[in-house]
């Protein structure tokens, strides 16, 4: 069976991961790099891969809608590592022409746009995978197996903990970052919508019992913070009650010091289980008390596993692990979020910290970090009391206004 053909869109960004990631398929015969959409100043900006590129023999476009003019026959899927907003024209704009899509997460900012192509997927009678690359993992198939299967009986409670801090660099990076709106355009960026929405996909997709299912939230109340200076939230907190009875806690931050987390605990009535990091260790501790522990990762470049699961799907006619169907949940659940805390909070300026020190995204340079003071601890007692933070007493939390929303026949944000 031939490889499948794979174009890139992008040739800077998250767009190089989908070029490596292809790579790899090629590797291992499943897929290969047929082209890449290259703008002119990503292409001055990386002349070396350019001409290795070409000399793979991949063709290289100068726009998408030049893809789209003549590049169409010689393509099986295209993958869509742009804008959150930019997400969804393109993938239905492939799927038009008779495309495969691997689209990057989030699907998109609201849930109109997500079921937009969803009705576009059917009736194109292609395959759409959304990148929410833990889902197709080990780690989280064997733990919704573990669940399917009842180990630690029906699951009561997920709770969520993510901070990673960002610099203010971070959030110049391109046009929409940090951004609640671009234009006409909804973007919704904060933590829960762009670098922690896999966790926030994790939790939903574990709350659910059902093998290909995500669970959606059907209460949801949030608390939203900025301390960067940004149109949305650089710090997300919520509480949600799940279509199926599952309490949901999540908060994320990028305002904090050190690297702190991902962590997730799920607790079942007869057992719980603690998951520890993309790179670290998951334990199951069952009726029996006896704690089954493994690996969160089985090889290095795990994060490519999505990748793999849509060559093999469109090879053999099989599902796709994460399909816009099962993504819309965490796309519903940010809208929820905004739709409770309409007006997010800016942090003073006496609780925050200006210093400059190492990024973790991208690694090895240095940024201006802006920081809420005691940030780190709060989140922690946060996490185990499942208490928000506007409940511990804070200062800086004073202002705080939400309330509870419900997800049950919300099919537009924002809804007022």
Request: aromatic share 8%.
């Amino acid at each position: 069976m031939e490889p499948v053909r794979f174009v890139v869109v992008g040739l800077g960004g998250y767009g190089l991961v989908h070029i490596e990631a292809v790579r790899w398929l090629s590797r291992n015969g499943l897929g290969r790099l047929a082209g890449v959409v290259a703008l002119d100043f990503d292409r001055n900006a990386r002349p070396a891969m350019v001409a290795d590129l070409e000399k793979e023999g991949v063709t290289l476009y100068r726009s998408v809608e030049e893809f789209f003019q003549r590049g169409v026959p010689t393509a099986d899927v295209l993958t869509v590592p742009i804008g959150i907003h930019q997400h969804v024209p393109v993938s239905c704009a492939a799927l038009e022409a008779g495309l495969h899509v691997y689209c990057e997460k989030p699907v998109a900012a609201t849930v109109q746009e997500v079921d937009r192509l969803i009705a576009a997927e059917a009736a194109s009678h292609r395959k759409v995978a959304i990148g929410f690359q833990h889902v197709y993992g080990s780690s989280m198939q064997r733990l919704k197996q573990l669940l399917h299967a009842g180990r630690i009986g029906h699951v009561r409670e997920i709770s969520l903990m993510c901070g990673w801090p960002r610099s203010v660099k971070y959030f110049q990076r391109n046009e929409w970052a940090g951004r609640l709106k671009v234009g006409p355009d909804w973007i919704l960026d904060s933590p829960a919508n762009n670098a922690h929405a896999h966790y926030v996909m994790n939790a939903l997709f574990l709350a659910s019992t059902e093998l290909h299912h995500a669970a959606s939230p059907a209460t949801l109340r949030a608390e939203l913070w900025r301390a960067h200076r940004i149109e949305s939230a650089d710090t997300v907190q919520c509480r949600m009650t799940t279509d199926g009875g599952v309490d949901v806690s999540i908060l994320v931050t990028h305002a904090n010091g050190f690297a702190n987390g991902p962590i997730m605990h799920v607790t079942g009535d007869r057992g719980r289980i603690y998951w520890l990091t993309d790179e670290g260790r998951a334990t199951v501790i069952d009726g029996s008390g006896r704690p089954e522990t493994f690996d969160n990762r089985t090889h290095p470049l795990w994060r490519y596993d999505g990748f793999k699961n849509l060559a093999e799907a469109i090879r053999t006619g099989g599902p796709v692990g994460c399909p816009p169907v099962m993504a819309r949940a965490q796309t519903l659940a940010v809208n929820l979020m905004h739709e409770s805390c309409r007006d997010i909070v800016t942090v003073p300026e006496q609780y925050i910290t200006e210093l400059e020190d190492w990024e973790m995204y991208p690694p090895d340079t240095r940024g201006v970090f802006r920081r809420i003071i005691g940030m780190d601890e709060a989140m922690h007692v946060a996490f185990h009391e499942r208490a928000f933070l506007s409940e511990l007493g804070l200062d800086w939390t004073a202002g705080m206004v939400s309330r509870r929303v419900a997800g049950a026949g919300y099919v537009k944000y924002p809804a007022g």
